[in-house]
């Protein structure tokens, strides 16, 4: 069973805009983990937050957690035609090296 | 560094064949999971390792035997091809539990 929904399931912006897509889980968790898969290929980690921490920043990437409401959020700024892709979150409920991944958002980044 | 490397990129089996898909990481991580991506849905894991002679099921297990005897290489063995193997497979490592993945770039599989 997926652990994750994200919403939206697709995502079409121009060049230049936010880009927001949440990710909801349903048990527990040590962490939550986005990633990114171009069409055709693997999974590229983005970022990692621990359940104690609530917000966390990497470059354009700005990822928010809610244990309270079992919600992450995934903020792209600027956004750029190459993050054109599918956005995955993931949610590592610990005892071993087992993700759960939602369903993902297709964003798209129009020129 | 080659990263997580996978063999092979495609495959086409009939139904009842075996086949084995090889995964090899040369970052000396001691994790290492399989994973199958079906369209409109997320990753699902098959199984996964913590250790070289270490191996668990997953959430999708049935079908599929994997084996850990190295800390290089866990190999994902399909016993008898059913068309509902039919996927995009994924192979991942990390240096332990409640860090990032990395993934190799898949082996899509078709089964007639």
């Known amino acids: 069973s997926q652990q994750g929904e994200e919403d939206p399931q697709a995502l079409s912006i121009q060049e230049g805009e936010n880009a927001t897509m949440n990710c909801s889980y349903k048990t527990s968790i040590n962490n939550l983990q986005w990633y990114r898969q171009n069409s055709g290929r693997g999974l590229v980690h983005l970022i990692l937050i621990r359940s104690n921490e609530r917000e966390k920043h990497s470059g354009r990437l700005r990822v928010t957690l809610d244990t309270s409401k079992k919600s992450s959020s995934l903020l792209i700024t600027a956004s750029r035609a190459a993050d054109t892709a599918s956005y995955f979150c993931?949610?590592?409920?610990?005892?071993?090296?087992?993700?759960?991944f939602g369903t993902g958002t297709q964003l798209k980044v129009e020129l | 560094n080659a990263g997580v490397t996978q063999t092979p990129k495609f495959q086409v089996l009939k139904t009842g064949q075996s086949m084995t898909l090889q995964c090899a990481q040369d970052?000396?991580?001691?994790?290492m999971s399989w994973y199958r991506q079906d369209p409109g849905m997320g990753l699902r894991l098959i199984h996964y390792?913590?250790?070289?002679?270490?191996?668990d099921q997953g959430e999708v297990p049935n079908g599929y035997n994997v084996s850990r005897s190295t800390t290089e290489d866990f190999p994902l063995r399909l016993l008898s091809a059913a068309p509902s193997q039919t996927s995009v497979y994924f192979c991942?490592?990390?240096?332990?539990?409640?860090?990032?993945?990395?993934f190799g770039p898949g082996t899509r599989l078709t089964v007639l």
């Open positions: 970052m000396n991580h001691e994790y």
């Open positions: 390792s913590v250790g070289a002679g270490i191996t």
């Open positions: 993931a949610t590592d409920a610990g005892g071993g090296n087992k993700l759960t």
């Open positions: 991942a490592s990390s240096y332990s539990g409640g860090n990032e993945q990395f």
